[in-house]
């Protein structure tokens, strides 16, 4: 008998565990939507390949892999990596990329489309139906400027058409992830994963997975109201499979996704007033800008009640919808009403026990600066982290900074959440970087110097809109260093990234009365504010 050496039980041992994973996976669910699509004139097949690839043929385990040999049969199934990834959306999925750029072996596993909620459901399709409305109120400004176009009615807007086109850009991404995934040698598991242990993942399509180091990315999703009725309501995700914009629409909340629907909605067709239980919109904003927001919320149409506590919906006789509130009051009439009143972590059911970690109240998994854990090896990033900055950019940028540092040879990279820029993107945009007004004054008291400009841009003006913008700086100290930026206005979103980077470097009000003005614009603001 011909006795095998330990790394080869592990090599054949791997093998065998992929090829019977992926007799396990056969006719699972499609990791993209619809498995295969049409590119120019041939079928494109999406769905993965979970045959070894060169890059996963296993070699020598690593260091804190568990071993094979001697093991129990149940753990010759194990397949080995140097890293596991839960969740395959913005931050699992830098987090998976950028391993593999340091020559480690990773798989990730995800029941879903892959780019989560800002692909699928978040970003990606809410900035493309902010731009639809967006181009919607420059074409009725394009009638008031000669442009031969009804003044009289709305232009008309085919929303399953543009619904088309919004998921072609998405199935592009998702296309383009896939071949990047394939291309990095990353094997993605199209299955839910849990936590089963130290070092452990298990999937309900039968993998079992190990390694030294586990990522956990699952993301948030949206929640209901715990009210009467809530089920007759719908909340972001319902959104986005929308066919059309309903004629008349309650929304529940004042956050900002509560203020970019809104006003998405408002311009594509619908009348819309927003029900709101504090007695402002965005609490983290400076409340000078949301002001401005909301009385040009009001003047666009969108109705705003503020004190609002909701105590039930329901449907009346005419199959329109209500809202009771907690004095009694009714409000009626609504065709839809969508909830956009908060999101919670996906950490409910991945096995968070089987390695002792236990979730705040709100679900949010404990994480020092480092994204650990209370479990050795096993880290967090994006939104179940709970750092306050359900962000996209924040996400990927944890993610990146924590492959760096355990595969990099970067000992001190971490994630900086100071001075993250964020944008909320309502009709104009509300774009802001540092400390508001309150918060300045709050840390360094009277200290503080504030510089503003409250103006109506040129397109505005001449299309005779009463639509204001307000461009606010926050300075400290004698040196008048810049601690605090904030954009109301069209192009906000877009001015803001390189501003952000400046204030972050230390700008002081002198750098920029030093800088010349580009006129006309409206930047030009933020450069001759005294």
Known sequence: MVRLAAGEHRRRADTRACARLSSSLAGHRSWHAGGQHERGDRTVDERPDLRPRAALRPGPLRTGAIPVSGASPDDRDLLHFDLIVLGGGSGGLAAAFRAVEHGQRVALVEPGALGGTCVNVGCVPKKAMWLAADLGTRLEQAARLGFDLPMDRRVGFDWARFITDRQRYIHGIHHSYGERLDRAGIMVLPARGRLAGPGRVDTDAGARLAAPHIVLATGSSPVRPDVAGASLGAVSDDFFGWNAAPPRLAIIGG????????????ALGSQVEMFVRDQRLLRQADA??????QENYRQQGIGLVFGYDLQALRRDDDGQLQLEALDGSIRGGFDQVLFATGRRPNTGDIGLDTVGITPDGAGNIPVDRWQATQAEGVYAVGDISGCGLALTPVAIAAARRLCDRLFGGRPDAKLDVDNVPSVVFSHPPLAMVGLTEAE???RYGDDVHVYRSNFRPMREALAESTQRSVFKLVCVGAERRVVG???????????LQGFAVALKRGITLDDLHDTIAIHPTSAEEIVLMR
């Open 255 to 266: 956050g900002y996704i509560a203020i970019e629907l809104a006003g998405v909605l408002q």
């Open 288 to 293: 000078e800008l949301v002001e401005q927001l």
């Open 485 to 495: 930026l904030h954009l109301l206005g069209d192009s906000a979103d877009e001015i």
């Open 440 to 442: 300045a004054r709050e």
